[in-house]
């Protein structure tokens, strides 16, 4: 009777534990079919996305998006550094901002990119954020 409240108290504990994990929670987002990511790059594929979806509040010389500036390819560069945690994909803050992740700010605030756009970003970080 008692390893059998044992048991129940370590299963209990174990399902909760991992329902509750804190932090950021990995979204997964399919390959829709035809989409091509790994000729993905900076000049073809990532800055029109930016382009399209981020420079109204995150373009040079604007300052809705609180001065991150993701038009100017250092600042670029230097925020993926300090926001890729070198945890792989799911450190990378930007992307948890386009995923709509829990706890991140919702980038852009009002609706999630497509996902080959969302793919083709996850590849781009993957390689480290190439200005290719
Ligand atoms: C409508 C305006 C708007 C658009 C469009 C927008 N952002 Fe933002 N973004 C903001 C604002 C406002 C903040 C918050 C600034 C602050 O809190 O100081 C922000 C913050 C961020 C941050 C910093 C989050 C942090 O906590 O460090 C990132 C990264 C970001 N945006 C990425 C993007 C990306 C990528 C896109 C396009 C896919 C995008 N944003 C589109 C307005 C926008």
């Given at each position: 009777m008692k390893s059998t409240t044992t048991i129940l108290f370590l299963v209990t504990f174990?399902?909760?534990?991992?329902?509750?994990?804190p932090g950021l929670v990995p979204v997964v987002v399919p390959t829709p079919t035809g989409c091509d990511t790994v000729n993905?790059?900076?000049?073809k594929d990532i800055r029109p996305i930016f382009s399209s979806n981020c420079y109204s509040c995150h373009g040079t010389g604007v300052t809705t998006g609180g001065g991150l500036d993701l038009e100017d390819t250092a600042q670029l560069k230097n925020y993926l550094k300090n926001g890729f945690r070198g945890d792989g994909i799911y450190g990378s803050k930007l992307y948890h901002c386009m995923l709509h992740s829990p706890l991140a700010q919702q980038m852009p605030p009002t609706y999630i990119v497509d996902s080959c756009s969302l793919k083709k970003v996850h590849y781009w970080l993957s390689q480290g954020g190439p200005i290719n």
């Open positions: 174990l399902l909760v534990s991992c329902t509750h994990k993905a790059t900076y000049a």
